[in-house]
């Protein structure tokens, strides 16, 4: 099993910036990709952003392209979000996500095989 735990959300206002983090413990050895989703009041969960766990290539869903920026720290177990510019659409409950079965060409890249508790991000207007 892998456990993962976000941080970081809080409430800033329209083109502020926040950085959330997730850190996978457990067996993280099993991961192949990790990323973030996100599940606005009365929507359904969307896709944001994934990184694979060895390797370069990110993915964004299209309305944070340029804005938002998925990093991992290996030797820290750690993913971080970067969200600039963000906007009051942005509000939302993030969730950290991980898969340890690769979903080759699949889009987006990463279903979710764990997940953590979710952190709030708030744009105020």
């Known amino acids: 099993q892998v456990q993962l735990v976000e941080s970081g959300g809080g409430l800033v206002q329209a083109g502020g910036s926040l950085r959330l983090s997730c850190v996978a413990s457990g067996r993280t050895f099993s991961i192949v990709y990790m990323g973030w989703f996100r599940q606005a009041q009365g929507k359904e969960r969307e896709f944001v952003a994934a990184?694979?766990?060895?390797?370069?290539?990110?993915r964004y869903v299209d309305s944070v392209k340029g804005r938002f920026t998925i990093s991992r720290d290996r030797a820290r177990n750690t993913v971080y979000l970067q969200m600039n510019s963000l906007k009051p659409e942005d509000t939302a409950i993030y969730y950290c996500?991980?898969?340890?079965?690769?979903?080759?060409?699949?889009?987006?890249?990463?279903?979710?095989?764990?997940w953590g508790q979710g952190t709030q991000v708030t744009v105020s207007s």
């Open positions: 990184v694979p766990w060895s390797g370069s290539t990110t």
């Open positions: 996500a991980a898969d340890r079965v690769p979903r080759l060409g699949a889009d987006p890249p990463i279903s979710g095989d764990y």
